[in-house]
Every structure is written in structure tokens, then in C-alpha cells.
């Protein structure tokens, strides 16, 4: 329902009141405003049944609704300047009485013509909808087996009328509500809407609540509202805050949203924010800050120009900065049922046949917490009714009443953990190790579950979905995700707070010395000074998740991890200093640094690489890539080496690093949105380990090497979103076992090689979005083991005449796929 809904009421009742004056004073106006008057009495009531009923009207309607709104709005202006003119005027106020006639007019057509067609849309609705209704009632009905008893225990009786209409109708309710979660969650869109797009005085407003309860998912709907997304012009900006935010970068978005500007890609420095810089026109803004932690973090991010309105969605309140905060309850119970059944059942209501008061008893025990109601739902989803039983007492023994519903929340999401297998359970743990609210890359935590729990990459990805599957994390993917030979790159991972939460607080029950992760919950200055504590005793963790800010030489302490096999370094600054303690991990098997500024960081205490002999995987985003010391041991079981958004100076080339000599084993390469890459060093062209290179969004990439041909063993070959590649090397052809070759978005790239048939093993070609090649060389002909191919449409008609000759090659015309994803870190 649109704002106008909530002021048409108000309108009518002030203009109905002055027509009362105008009837008394101004002869003039006297029957026109007596017959407005009457005409108005009717409409007052049908406004007000409309305004308070909660239900969403069409856009005919509305629209009609608007347009009476703003006849009344019209009619108000022009009863104040007929109780405002002087009897003496006697031609304004013949203007004036026309005027009111015409309104007169226009508001007796609306009632003798629309509002007549309304009422019969409506008569014939409501027959349809009851005829629908009986029709639905019948089949469950006809599908019931009357006279038959269920079983005890089943909680359903021989013939549930009562219930099975209370289904029927339930489902009618809730059919089309907001992501399931029912009128509880409309009425707040509404009312948000209305303190978004309905008060132009207001500023800055907020939604708050506890965990879990929806907050974001209310916040979400009402930037994808069209009626917001319209009256904003779709100058909409969603960014999360969080414990740990990064106060300047966030200043920096929103003065560049808020001024038009568009963002620059550079990752270098970060421009002053000046509030004190003002615009003379701003165009309609909304700004949605969700995940909002500190009043002080708020403060910084809070500016006030008109036409822009600030959206603060947070757990707490804050009302020294806020004009207007929604308060978000928790469900009703039939919405609270409705959630869970849709979660466990995958249907509305609870389904015939099930153990009605056991359900019921499993509900109440959530608490009416979406969150949990929808985590609890999917781990009990096709399980015996035993295991119901079993989680129904658990879930019963909580903590007290007098705790905080934020500690019983975690100790109720704990019995999702608990029924899983333990190595999906160890797996959901170790999600904890990564910064609230970013996105977690699925190529490192695949890497670390296959390191630590000793899985093939195959069942980790199967452990993956089922965590996604039981609503304990959520997968982000990119288009070309789930393909054949698609990089695990393309697929990310995001969590609830609540869930991380939850992670962390099964890690940490532990000593912490004992810990098998120890992990930091949020980023702080310098190592937590529990940690400090107890550096007279190993710790025994096999995971050490670090988050920081600019750490130097003398900010680290002596620490021994015997044991640790998987390094996290979260940080956020431009220099970072290697703790020492990485030569006391004998161990450790896989390292990842991850720099979440805006500038790339130097890497300090590189002779910490010098010990490193077990390190299988490295992943290195958003530093400078460092340039070894000569006396670094030859890492002979590193098997994978990623480098994101990083700056390369030239740090692999051959002259710098011998790369052969230091990684003899490596089989995987990634280089992703790399800065100052112009070209590949012909070094790695003699790691004849290599099954797996990508080389992509590098802007700078001018050519491979020619040599490339002398990686023997390349099965896989990303070349994709390299827009000023303009030839590929004719070494190509002596890839025998290359397998996937992926050009995509090399939108420079002339042509393929014609030796392009020495590939034999070559299977699938990607090939979308390149619109310089627009014929295939004649050898095509003769990859008779290529089976798919993604193309666009100007080439395809020769790809067709291929498969002609090529028995099971499917040609896929792909669409324009345009993804700026990346940037939200």
C-alpha cells in the first residue's frame, strides 16, 4: 500500500472541516460546498477502511487512489483561499466559486464512475476467490481417508474439518506475503515506507531489533520495492556496516553516491571526506546503512542534505540521531508456525498426518525468531520423529528466562550443530575464522576443509551445500558458477551474524590453550590480551584466525603453535609486519592474508617463508607481492598459490624469482584483477607441474608468453576479462591435454589461433563476449573431442556448421553478463 493511503484520510478530514466554514461563511461557495460536503461524507469511510485494512491494492487502483488523493490535497489549497478572501473581492471570489464547482464535479464523477466499477470488481473477486476457496477445500477433501484413524501420536483427527478449513484459509492469507514471514512483516514495510518515502522532514530514521529477527530482510525489501526504487530514481545505496567497519571507505561511498559521482576503480588512496562540501541541487537518495553497531561508527557516517534520506538498521536504538525508528516484533504465532512449516515441510501449514502438539511444542521453543525458527526447521526437515522428540526436550533445557535472549538464541541454534555429522559440524565451525560480513571466497575454504579434515575437494563442496541446504550460510554465485570446470573462485560464501556468532561461541568454550581454533571475533588493534596471558603455555589450535589493523615488529608477542596448520591473517592497512611466530608452525599447511584497505599492502619479515617446507596453499589479496629472499627453502608440497586485486612490480619475473626452482610442484595458479601485469613471466611457462593457470581481470595483460606451449600438463587455461589481450600465442597448440580454455570478455581478442587444433583433449571453449572474433579458423574442424562451446551469436553460425562434423558438440549463445561484484569489498 503506498503512502497517499495513509494521508488521503487526513486530507478528506481537514477538507471536510473547512467546507463546514466555507457553508457558514462564503454565500458564494454555500451549495457547492454543501453538495462537497455530502459527496465527501461518503468517501471518508471507504478511505479510512482502505487505510486501515492492511491490504496491498492494485496498481490500477492505486493509482486512482493517488489521483484522488491529490484532488483532495488540490481542493484543501483552494478551501483555504476561499475562507482566506475578503467578502469586498467580489471577482476572486467568482473565481474562486467556478473553481469550487469544477471540484465539485470531479469528485462526484470519481464516485458515479470508478468507485461504481469498483464496487462490482469487487462482488466478482470475491466470487471467484470463495469458488476457488471450496475448490481447493475439496481436493484436500477428496484426498483425505474418511472413517480411517491415524495413528497415535499423529495429533490429527478422522475427519479435521475445522483444521483442514483453517489450512485452506491460512494458505490464502499468506499467499504472496513477504518471504513467508507474514502480515507482521507488510505492516512494517509499510510503515517503514512511510518514514522513507512519507516524511521529507525526516532524515535520518531506523529499524531496529535482536538478532535474527528479519531486520535485514525488511531492509532489503524495501530497496527492491518499486514504488521506493521510482521515488528515489533508483539512487539506492545497501552497504553493511558491521563491528569493524572501515569508517573512511564507507565516508567515501556514500559522498560518491550522494554527489553522482562514479566510483573509481583504484585501490591507491581514498579522497578526504569533507563534510563540510555542500551541493546546491541533490538528486533523491536513499542511503541503507544495515549492521550498525556503534553510535560513534554512526556519527562519522551521518550527514544531512535535502533530498536524502539515511535508513539505519541496527539491534539497538539510537535516538539522539534518529527522527523515527521502527521497532521490529517478533512473529505472531501463526506467522512463527507459517515460517517453520515453510523451513521443515516446504508447505504453509503443518502437512496431515504429523505430530500436531510435538510441531507445536518445537515452535513455541523458538521463540518466534525468524532465525531460528527457519535454522531449526531445515535441520529438522525429513528427519523420524524420534529426533523431533529428542529436539523438542533439548531445545526445552535452555538457558533460564532471566539470560539474554541474544545467549538463548545461541544456546537454541546450537541444536542445528549439534544433529549434524561431525565432520559437516567441524566444517561449520571453522567458519568463524573469517570477519563478519564479508564475503568469504570458497577456493580458500575449500582449500582449508581439505587441508585440515583430509577431504577430497568433491565432498567438501558436498558439505558445502548441505550447510547451504540447512540454511547455515548462504552461497553467492557468480553466472558462470556450477558449470563444467568452473573455478571454485566464482562461487562465494556470506553468513548470518547470528550464525557466526553462534560458531564462536562453540569455539571459544574451550581453554583457550586448548582451542582447536583460536580465533579473534573482531578486528582490534593488537593480539587480545587473553592471548597475551597465556603465552607461557603452547597453543594447541590447528586453526589461528588473526584480524587486525597495521601490525609492525613490536606488536606481535612470542606465541607457539605446534600444531597449527592453517594461518588466517585479516588485516586492514597499507604495511603489515609477519608475526615471528609463523617459524614455531612446523605444521602449517595452508596460509592466507587477506587486506581488507583501500590500498595495497607491503608485506614485511619475509624470512618467515624461509621455514615453510609442509605449506601446500597460499592465498595472497590486496598486497604487493613480495619478492622472496634468496635463502627460502624450495617449497616442494606447495600445490596452490591465488593472488587478488594484488600489485605485481614485476615480483615473479625471472630475473627476481626463480619460480621452477621454488614451487617444483605447484599445479594451480591464479592471478585475479591483478595490478601492473602486462605480461606473464616466461618463468612459469617451466612449471611443467602446472594442470590449472587463470590469468583474469587483469586490464594491463597484453600477451602470454610465446613459449606457452612447454606446460605440458595444463588442463585448464583462464584467459577471461582481459580486455587488452589482442592475440593468443600459437604455443597454444602444443596443449595436449588441455581440457577448458576460457577466453571470455577479451573484448580485443581478434581471433583463435589456427593451431588451435594441436588441442585434441579440448572439451569446452568459452567464448562469450568477445566481439572482435568473427570467424574460426578452418582447423576447428578437428577438435573432435570438443563438446561445448559459449559463444556469442555473431559466431555461432559457424560453431553450428562445425557440430555438423562433430558429433555431440552443443553451441550455447550466451547473454551480455555484466558483474561489478568484486567491488563491494
Not at 588473526?546 to 591473517?569: N, Y
Not at 604455443?731 to 581440457?739: A, C, P, Q, S
Not at 579458423?777 to 573431442?785: E, K, Q
Request: aromatic letters at 6%; one cysteine or more; hydrophobic letters at 40%.
Amino acid at each position: 500500500m503506498a503512502v497517499t493511503d495513509f494521508f488521503a484520510g487526513e486530507i478528506a478530514t481537514e477538507l471536510l472541516k473547512m467546507l463546514f466554514a466555507i457553508s457558514r461563511k462564503a454565500c458564494l461557495c454555500k451549495s457547492t460546498a454543501d453538495e462537497l460536503i455530502s459527496s465527501i461524507q461518503e468517501l471518508l469511510p471507504i478511505i479510512q477502511e482502505i487505510k486501515y485494512s492492511g491490504v496491498e491494492l492494485q496498481a490500477t487502483r492505486q493509482r486512482q487512489l493517488d489521483e484522488l488523493s491529490e484532488m483532495l490535497r488540490g481542493g484543501l489549497e483552494l478551501a483555504g483561499k476561499v475562507l482566506n478572501s475578503g467578502r469586498w473581492n467580489v471577482y476572486k471570489n467568482l473565481q474562486l466559486a467556478r473553481r469550487m464547482e469544477k471540484l465539485e464535479k470531479r469528485v462526484s464523477r470519481f464516485l458515479q464512475g470508478p468507485m461504481q466499477a469498483h464496487v462490482l470488481a469487487d462482488v466478482h473477486h470475491m466470487r471467484f476467490e470463495s469458488a476457488e476457496r471450496f475448490d481447493r477445500l475439496e481436493k484436500q477433501l477428496g484426498s483425505m481417508k474418511i472413517g480411517v484413524r491415524p495413528a497415535i501420536g499423529e495429533g490429527v483427527g478422522w475427519l479435521d474439518l475445522e483444521g483442514t478449513v483453517k489450512r485452506v484459509d491460512e494458505e490464502a492469507r499468506l499467499e504472496g506475503s513477504l518471504v513467508n514471514l507474514g502480515a507482521g512483516m507488510e505492516f512494517g514495510k509499510r510503515k517503514v515506507k512511510e518514514m522513507v518515502i512519507g516524511r521529507d522532514t525526516w532524515g535520518v530514521v531506523g529499524i531496529c531489533g535482536i538478532g535474527g529477527s528479519g531486520k535485514t530482510t525488511l531492509a532489503r525489501e524495501i530497496c527492491r520495492d518499486a514504488e521506493v526504487q521510482s521515488y528515489f530514481n533508483n539512487r539506492i545505496l545497501f552497504e553493511t556496516v558491521s563491528q569493524s567497519p572501515d569508517v573512511e571507505q564507507l565516508r567515501l561511498k556514500i559522498r560518491r553516491m550522494v554527489s553522482g559521482t562514479s566510483f573509481n576503480g583504484g585501490t591507491d588512496t581514498v579522497s578526504q571526506w569533507s563534510p563540510e562540501c555542500e551541493w546546491k541541487y541533490v538528486a533523491r537518495t536513499l542511503i541503507v546503512l544495515d549492521d550498525v553497531w556503534s553510535l560513534t561508527v554512526l556519527e562519522q557516517l551521518l550527514f544531512r542534505y535535502p533530498g536524502c534520506k539515511i535508513l539505519v538498521v541496527s539491534r539497538f536504538k539510537f535516538p539522539s540521531v534518529l527522527n523515527c525508528t521502527y521497532e521490529l516484533d517478533l512473529l505472531r504465532e501463526d506467522e512463527a508456525m507459517s515460517l517453520f512449516c515453510h523451513s521443515a515441510f516446504g508447505m504453509k501449514s503443518i502437512p496431515p498426518g504429523t505430530n500436531v502438539k510435538l510441531v507445536t511444542q518445537v515452535v513455541d521453543e523458538c521463540k518466534r525468531l525468524p532465525l531460528a525458527l527457519k535454522v531449526v526447521g531445515a535441520s529438522l526437515r525429513d528427519q523420524p520423529e524420534m529426533i523431533w522428540t529428542s529436539a523438542k526436550s533439548r531445545l526445552s533445557r535452555g538457558e533460564p528466562i532471566s539470560e539474554s535472549h541474544e545467549i538463548q538464541l545461541l544456546e537454541r541454534m546450537k541444536l542445528s550443530i549439534d544433529c549434524l555429522p561431525e565432520k559437516v559440524r567441524e566444517c561449520f565451525l571453522d567458519l568463524g575464522a573469517f570477519p563478519e560480513d564479508k564475503k568469504i571466497p570458497l577456493d580458500v575454504l575449500i582449500n582449508i576443509w581439505v587441508e585440515i579434515h583430509d577431504i577430497p575437494e568433491v565432498e567438501a563442496f558436498a558439505i558445502l551445500v548441505e550447510l547451504s541446504n540447512k540454511n547455515l550460510l548462504n552461497l553467492v554465485k557468480d553466472a558462470r558458477a556450477g558449470d563444467m570446470y568452473s573455478s571454485y573462485y566464482d562461487i562465494s560464501v556470506s553468513q548470518h551474524d547470528v550464525l557466526r556468532d553462534l560458531a564462536l561461541h562453540l569455539s571459544n568454550s574451550a581453554d583457550i590453550n586448548q582451542r582447536r581454533r583460536l580465533l579473534m571475533p573482531r578486528r582490534e588493534t593488537g593480539i587480545p590480551k587473553e592471548w597475551e596471558r597465556n603465552i607461557d603455555r603452547p597453543f594447541n589450535a590447528q586453526i589461528l584466525s588473526v584480524h587486525t589493523g597495521e601490525m609492525r615488529e613490536m606488536d606481535w608477542c612470542s606465541m607457539d603453535f605446534p600444531k597449527a596448520e592453517v594461518l588466517i591473517l585479516n588485516f586492514a592497512s597499507s604495511e603489515f609486519f609477519l608475526p615471528p611466530f609463523i617459524a614455531s608452525m612446523p605444521k602449517l599447511r595452508a596460509l592466507i592474508l587477506i587486506n581488507y584497505s583501500t590500498s595495497n599492502a607491503v608485506i614485511h619479515n619475509l624470512s618467515a617463508f624461509t621455514n615453510l617446507s609442509n605449506l601446500r596453499s597460499l592465498w595472497f589479496e590486496k598486497v604487493v607481492v613480495p619478492h622472496l629472499p634468496e635463502t627460502t627453502v624450495p617449497l616442494k608440497n606447495l600445490r596452490k598459490i591465488s593472488l587478488v586485486l594484488c600489485k605485481m612490480n614485476n615480483s615473479l619475473d625471472g630475473s627476481v624469482l626463480d619460480m621452477p626452482h621454488l614451487f617444483p610442484c605447484l599445479s594451480e595458479l591464479t592471478m585475479d584483477h591483478c595490478i601492473n601485469l602486462n605480461e606473464l613471466p616466461s618463468s612459469i611457462c617451466r612449471l611443467y607441474t602446472l594442470t590449472s593457470l587463470s590469468v583474469t581481470n587483469c586490464d594491463s595483460l597484453l600477451e602470454l608468453p610465446a613459449d606457452v606451449g612447454r606446460l605440458s600438463y595444463l588442463q585448464i587455461l583462464r584467459i577471461y576479462a582481459c580486455p587488452n589481450l589482442k592475440k593468443l600465442p600459437p604455443g597454444i597448440g602444443k596443449l595436449l591435454w588441455l581440457k577448458y580454455l576460457d577466453i571470455s570478455q577479451c573484448v580485443n581478442l581478434g581471433c583463435l589461433p589456427e593451431s588451435i587444433a594441436g588441442c585434441s583433449s579440448l572439451e569446452k571453449i568459452d567464448m562469450r563476449e568477445c566481439p572482435h572474433i568473427k570467424n574460426l579458423p578452418t582447423s576447428a574442424v578437428s577438435l573432435r573431442s570438443l563438446r561445448r562451446v559459449i559463444c556469442d551469436e555473431q559466431v555461432s553460425w559457424q560453431w553450428k556448421q562445425i557440430a555438423k562434423v562433430i558429433p555431440d558438440l552443443h553451441i550455447q549463445v550466451a547473454e551480455e553478463c555484466f558483474n561489478l561484484d568484486w567491488l563491494v569489498e
